[in-house]
């Protein structure tokens, strides 16, 4: 399990024995049908806004240094505009979108989605209900499935049931103790 926050901005390596980045990870593509994970972004150039996809297949290997690709080859060209095909962007769709409960009610924001890289899935959203509930409470976790949308303004949470505590948080450390 990884969170999305940790894999922005890793070195992208085109194999173990090269130890020179390619470039960095900008922005990991999830699909808005499923649970799967597409792959990931990375900028061609510094100063134009050139980006290159890589898929999950191409990746190698991810270590704690970095994540290695198959080949320099492997990657694909991406254009943010095109998202009926490449589904939903960690960093333009996701991160810090409002949800909301279905009354209107805002229940607190995205801050992270779950990654399980071996599976090729993403299975979970963190939402932070503010900081003082997250440092009394911990973060709530919303499982991947049933029970919410997204559009383009909102994740939509139809049964708040499917929120669930992550177990951390001050109560949860004064009562272990």
């Known amino acids: 399990m990884i969170r999305c926050s940790e894999i922005i901005e890793k070195p992208i390596f085109i194999s173990r024995r090269t130890r020179e980045p390619l470039s960095t990870i900008y922005d990991v593509i999830i699909s808005s049908n499923s649970n799967k994970i597409l792959g990931f972004i990375w900028k061609k150039r510094l100063l134009k806004k050139e980006f290159s996809i890589i898929s999950l297949d191409d990746l190698s290997l991810i270590t704690k240094d970095g994540i290695h690709i198959k080949s320099h080859k492997t990657s694909k060209e991406f254009e943010y505009n095109n998202r009926k095909f490449f589904g939903l962007s960690y960093i333009h769709d996701i991160l810090n979108k409002i949800v909301l409960s279905n009354e209107g009610e805002v ?13 090729g899935i993403y299975f979970g959203f963190e939402i932070s209900e503010g900081y003082i509930d997250d440092i009394i409470t911990g973060r709530k976790l919303i499982e991947v499935g ?21 177990g951390r948080g001050l109560i949860n450390i004064s009562k272990s103790t």
């Open 107 to 119: 229940i607190g924001i995205i801050r992270d989605i779950f990654l399980d890289i071996e599976k």
């Open 146 to 166: 049933a029970g919410y949308k997204i559009d383009s303004h909102a994740l939509l949470l139809y049964d708040k049931s499917v929120m669930q505590t992550q």
